[in-house]
């Protein structure tokens, strides 16, 4: 009797109707208190595991659950506390817990950063000279009480000790392994007292092996690995790795542990199955069923590839799980009640994903035929769904019939910028915003209304026109010479295109979270896009009626819509890409017809999306540049193009900020002036740019000087010709008051700069 498994590698916290969230929010405004928020929190863990008991997956995950982030978590078992929050040993406590995550007034927080190429983010851990403990022992906890409650043999979830050290900072590249040799008995012990308890399989995730790591990394891991295999024989390991296939893999596959998890979806790991076998003393935890994505996976299909992985692996070798945790998709889709029955078929949730593992192991223990209604229901609901959707012939002839050529301006820049000057006379260092302006309580609760019905579009449209109307006012008052619209009718920039697009749709509860108790509802992409229809040119002509300075048109660009949506996979995403960017072409040029001067179009998401394998960093760019210039390449040489990126490791991207062929661009940058002062200083740019010359994420003002600071250590390496003065990013989230006051703040300074400029330059 073959004994293969299901499996999961993690959970969404954060409950069927974010209950999570709202717990922690009220938590932290003090209206429930710790014991309610624990008793909450409780509940939608045990629920959770009850749910996965129930689907009958065998191998439960615990201890995935957090109260923010499992990185931080892992922080505060081993005692890891900045100095700045007077921490003094012992258990951390759970006020002191958030306040690394989100500050307090006398003590920043913890740097916050992409967890990997997802849209999920985590605590970097500080190391500077801590001495770690085992203060807590989390797996175990958690092990205990789904063992207790529920009577759930789990699996405990644990960030292995190579991953996490490779994630902090705090430390010297040449104290990597003398760190290793600190933390190594601590894991040990974590490791010992599971075993005690009883646990058998332990998960730990090292998904820094799915990335370009060093020969030495590995070389750790062997040591690492080496050490757990002789203290605690006992626990079986799955030395888990996601989102790529493993790197070293000749290598990895020989740790003496029990398990490998692989990812079979976004990485080529057949591929390594196929050039180096599978040892046949290890089980393989088969990452099958997409973590990442929505879309129901074609069972019949997965099968197949089931039965290819069977050739390398013994049935009791097999374990079936999804790719990666399951944090990164929703709940549950069976509350969407709003959106078409065609796509809700095509959908799968993380409920509907651990149903879809079931399934497939079923097909494999009890053959195909028993799991044959399900193939069928699949096969139909994809078929439906490509029938109705993705069939769009004129959109996908005019993919396939593109050039280069048509991704390309007329006009050089030098060209362009001459004609720019001519038309916009803007003085030297010109002023603007990046785009949204606050978004009060005000303009959040009317939206809600509106979206509710309890006021009618014709009301809803005026009171964004009023907004317009007033802030025009003040950037005209402030004096800010290209002015924005201020973007008060979109809740995000992301979701508000893809309400509007052919081929996306939004859910109602579709939710994940991105840090904290903030979570994302990413548009899905479930058909060929296109564009039927102006989406911003009523807001932007009425700003530009309402004064002679230039107004920005105010775009998302291809490559962040298709990094923050959930994209279907059965195109190609660089064809989609193309077919957002076409659909922006045609606004852009609807924009320009109605007496638009300047378009902005945003890609904060470029750097992310890098692939996490550097081999496929070229195409990414390439075709990144491609689209963003495709959508913006018809326009006419006086017709300036703006682009908007939020901090991004600069260097990485140079090449391709350049081949976007944007006339300005405008990149966050005051937390990290230095670093990228000094790209500038290798690298010669000769377009327009701002660098942020203040943060926008702090409620401070900055001061006149401070600025100038700012904008004078950035001409060192940029020419004033070249320089823009803007805020680092969209001020949506700050108050009126305080964005009035700085940017007063900002243009003084500007202004002083300018003088002293034309002053030496005379
Ligand atoms: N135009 C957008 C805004 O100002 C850009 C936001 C972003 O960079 N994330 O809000
Ligand atoms: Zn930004």
Redesign the pocket.
Known sequence: MAKIKSSNLGYPRIGENREWKRALEAYWNRTISEEELTEKTDAIRLENLKKQKEQGIDLIPVGDFSLYDHVLDTSVTFGIVPERYNYSGGKVNIDTYFAIARGIDDAVASEMTKWFNTNYHYIVPELDGVKPKLVENRALDYYKEAKENLGIDGKPVILGPITYLKLSKGYEPNEFNQLVDTFLPLYVQILQELAEAGATWVQIDEPIFSTNVSEEIVEAAEKVYRVFAKEVPEIKIIFQTYFEKVFHFERISQLPVAGIGLDFVHGDSLELLRTYGFPQDKVLAAGIIDGRNVWRANIEEKLTLLETIQRFVHDDQLIIQPSSSLLHVPVTKTLEEKIDSVILEGLSFADEKLQEVVTLTKGLVTGRKSIQTEIYEVKEALGNLQATYRSNKEVREEITNLTLEDAKRNEIFSERIKLQEERFKLPLLPTTT?GSLPQTPEVRSTRTKWRKGEITDKDYTQFVFDQINRWIAIQEEIDIDVLVHGEFERNDMVEYFGEKFNGFSVTEYGWVQSYGSRCVKPPLIFGDVSWDKPITVKESVYAQSLTNRPVKGMLTGPVTILNWSFVHDTTPRYEIMKQIALALQKEIEALEENGIKIIQV?E?ALREGLPLDHEKWEEYLEESAYAFRLATATVAADTQIHT???YSNFEDIFDCIDALDADVISI?TSRSHGELVSTFEENTYTKEIGLGVYDIHSPRIPAVNEIKQNINRALQTITPKQFWVNP???LKTRKEDETIAALKVMVEAAKEVRKEQLTTQR
């Open positions: 990046i945003d904060p908007h990126m939020c966050e680092d990013c969209g």
